[in-house]
């Protein structure tokens, strides 16, 4: 059951209701007893619950191409300490 807002019309005091759906709207206000109107709200945003998200969650569709960059990215370090080192020598 969803909690609705209403505020007064005549005394502008704003409160909380808790209804079913298929109830009507109330009419009057508890405190002073004048015309109430329901405000609409934005509704409740998402609720995570749980120890959080995982990647075997959704399916990963290019799997080989990251294991395939890593490797390529690892040789290209590599090389390139491999041509710092051959330069250095190369200088001395």
Not at 43 to 57: E, H, L, M, R
Not at 65 to 83: A, G, L, M
Request: charged share 35%; with cysteine.
């Amino acid at each position: 059951m969803p909690t609705y807002d209403y505020r007064c019309l005549s005394c502008k005091h704003k409160f909380e209701l808790f209804q079913s759906m298929t109830e009507e709207p109330i009419s009057t206000c508890p405190k002073c007893g004048g015309e109430v109107k329901r405000l609409i709200g934005a509704g409740a945003g998402p609720i995570f619950k749980g120890s959080g998200f995982y990647q075997t969650d959704y399916k990963n569709s290019s799997k080989d191409n990251t294991k395939k960059s890593d490797k390529k990215s690892s040789v290209d370090t590599e090389t390139s300490k491999k041509t710092k080192t051959a330069s250095e020598k190369s200088d001395k």
